[in-house]
């Protein structure tokens, strides 16, 4: 079946280059995403990559995609306090009325 | 350009009660949908919608209910609240095409005692 698995947590040093991994199991995504969650906040869109991309780079993220692996990976370089939050994973898949397959989500602590 | 509005941000409902969590989005976004947050549980799709008048069952839908009579607006219903729908709700809206994900509403936090 489709799932997207996360780990948990992650903790970093202000100034540090984080990096959160998200894998899936469905061949078939088309577009696989990260988004943001702030306390008490909805999800926000971070950055999305399209299946045939390896690589995806916006300012400070870098977005990989291994798909052989079906291994996905965001790159947050000179990690700020301000980026503290939970990052969640999610796969689009052919068909499926353009509903997303979830990861749990990382939730990224930034020390001073 | 206000997104997705969800309303209200916060309620407490005791046992047995109804309620109806108001969602509205004005980006002429066909797909709709109502996501559940419960700690460290991710996001559980209830119901989603692909257009006014048309509404399907997501991943837990029991003791939920929609409708979409216009683009805008997707409600969800909550008949006879328990304590296990303590939880924080999503709205989010997408196009049908686009390739840019949800937008999401900023979330109603819904407790039931």
């Known amino acids: 079946g489709e799932d997207v698995e996360q780990s948990l947590f992650l903790s970093v040093r202000e100034g540090d280059s984080s990096v959160i991994n998200c894998t899936y199991t469905?061949?078939?995504?088309?577009?696989l995403y990260w988004y943001k969650q702030e306390p008490g906040a909805g999800l926000q869109l971070l950055t999305y990559i399209f299946s045939n991309m390896d690589m995806k780079q916006d300012q400070r993220l870098t977005v990989l995609l291994n798909k052989k692996d079906k291994h996905l990976s965001l790159r947050i370089a000179d990690t700020q306090t301000g980026d503290s939050a939970i990052y969640f994973c999610?796969?689009?898949?052919?068909?499926?009325?353009?509903?997303?397959?979830w990861g749990l989500g990382t939730s990224l602590a930034v020390n001073p | 350009n206000a997104g997705v509005t969800q309303t209200p941000k916060f309620r407490i409902l005791k046992i047995g009660q109804s309620m109806t969590l108001q969602c509205t989005q004005d980006m002429n976004h066909n797909y709709m949908y109502w996501y559940r947050q419960d700690p460290g549980m991710g996001l559980k799709l209830i119901y989603y919608?692909?257009?006014?008048?048309?509404?399907d069952k997501g991943e837990v839908p029991n003791g939920y209910n929609v409708s979409r009579s216009t683009t805008e607006d997707f409600p969800l219903r909550l008949e006879l609240a328990a304590p296990s729908q303590t939880s924080v709700y999503f709205c989010a809206s997408s196009y049908s095409s686009t390739n840019y994900g949800y937008t999401f509403g900023s979330g109603t936090r819904l407790t039931v005692v």
């Open positions: 469905d061949s078939s995504s088309t577009y």
């Open positions: 999610a796969e689009r898949t052919a068909g499926n009325n353009r509903k997303l397959i």
């Open positions: 919608s692909v257009g006014a008048g048309i509404t």
